[in-house]
């Protein structure tokens, strides 16, 4: 039977757990066996950990055993098998629990971020459609049956009212359709292209590079924990980036290590990280506390990150609550105006 993927969380709480066992010295089968014990066999990791049941009582080990399962991510299975070789799965099951946990955190306040903007502009087009719909109509039968027909002073502001709601419904379908497009394409092959057009817009960009240096640093923090190879590490790390520029800054890191430089030096000469950050790692690599340092920065650029979306967000709720205030404010003040007129020329 299919089994379907493990979400960030999942992954997470099963690499913390693992990792428990592992410093407690219990076996690797008496592990997987104590994990099954303790759920019930509905979803994918419960099957998944029976597979692995099987395949460790057979001798297997760790990085074997989730690859059968078919619900762990690639990245996990590589850096588990990087620890079993070194010696250090202890540490990189650690690093890995905190690693997904991180990519939920930010994955959930990205979710959380756009969920507002784009009720609020669910919310401005129901109110624009009613008022085309319902109460612009409504004024306009007023009027007929007071006067007869509206005058062409009259019909002028009432056109205008309808002419402002439609440019604002037309503004704000094009966006929904836009935002609709983009999560259509974004989780396909084509998502460099949303990136691309994303890019263009200064905040947007802000974002999508600071998400780059989160995912790079923290699985940078992961490899060198397993024991990797500094060079090797880089180079699986800019795997996980998915933003271009950044990749572009690593690729001539990867270049100046070629040349003998370290990590630390060669982030720091073609300014991989800024200034502040990239002394911190000057400093944590001549101290030998490099994976600390890039723990700590990994938490600093994930920080960083949730206040460029709050920033976003605190700039597209007020355009949108303002867009929608203006036109139907001035829509309202239009048809009012013969209402006005009316009621001066009875007095």
Known sequence: MRRGKLDSLGVSAFCESMAMMVQSGIQMDEAVALLR????????????????????EAGKGLAAAME?????????????????????????????????????????KLKNAVIYPVAMLAIIIV????????????????????????????????RWAYILCWAALAVMVALALALLL??????????????????????????????????????????????????????????????????????RC????GKGYGIAQAAYDERLFEPVYGRM????ERSGS????????????EEHCASLVDRLVG???????????????????SVMLPLIGMMNSIG
């Open 281 to 284: 790692l000057l400093a944590g």
């Open 182 to 251: 983009g999560f259509g394409i974004w989780n396909t092959k084509k998502r460099n292209i949303v990136e691309a057009a994303l890019r263009r817009i200064p905040a947007c960009a802000s974002i999508l590079e600071g998400l780059g240096m989160f995912r790079f640093t923290a699985a940078l923090s992961t490899f060198l924990s397993s024991g990797e190879m500094q060079d090797i590490a880089v180079a699986e790390s800019r795997k996980m980036v998915g933003c271009k520029p950044v990749e572009e800054k690593i690729d």
């Open 37 to 56: 014990s303790g759920g019930g066999q509905s979803g994918p990791l419960e099957q998944g950990i029976a597979v692995m049941q099987e395949q460790t």
């Open 290 to 301: 490099l994976e600390s340092v890039l723990h700590k920065l990994t938490n600093l650029l």
């Open 68 to 108: 059968a399962t078919g619900i762990f991510p690639e990245y996990a299975i590589r850096m588990v098998t990087a620890g079993e070789s070194a010696g250090r799965l202890e540490d990189v099951l650690f690093q890995l629990a905190r690693y997904y946990e991180d990519q939920k955190t930010m994955t959930d």
């Open 315 to 333: 700039i597209v709720d007020p355009v949108l609550s303002g867009v929608l205030m203006l036109a139907v404010g001035l829509s309202l003040l």
């Open 254 to 257: 990867v270049s100046r290590m």
């Open 127 to 158: 109110v624009l459609v009613v008022m085309l719909t319902m109460v612009l109509p409504a004024f306009t039968d007023v009027y007929d049956s007071l006067t007869g027909s509206l005058t062409a002073s009259s019909y002028a502001y009432v």
